[in-house]
C-alpha cells in the first residue's frame, strides 16, 4: 500500500519533516517515490511552517495512497488556512 507520512530530518531537538508519499513497507526516513511538502514544528517568526503540492496529494489520494493520521490533520488545517486566505482577500 502506499501511504502518504512524515519522514524525519533536521537536527537534534530540532525537528524537520517533508511530507512524502512512499511504500508503506519502507522504513520512515528509507526511499520514497514522491517529495510533495515540508512541516517545520519548530518554526518562529517568518519562517513557513507547512508547505505542500495540494495537486500531488490530491493526485495520489486519487490513486488509493492513505495519508497518515498526523498529514491529515495538516492537509485539513492547509484547507482551511487556504479559504481563510481567500476570503480575507475577496
Known sequence: M????????????????????SDSRRPRDGRY?????????????DEEEVRMDSDRIDYWISKGAQPSERVST?????GKAAATAAATAA
Not at 502506499?2 to 519533516?17: D, E, H, N, Q, T
Open 2 to 21: 502506499v501511504s502518504i507520512r512524515l519522514s524525519r530530518g533536521g537536527s537534534k531537538r530540532r525537528p524537520f519533516y517533508h511530507i512524502v508519499v
Open 74 to 78: 495538516l492537509i485539513k488545517s492547509a
Open 33 to 45: 517515490i514522491e517529495r510533495v511538502g515540508f512541516f517545520n514544528p519548530g518554526s518562529t517568526g
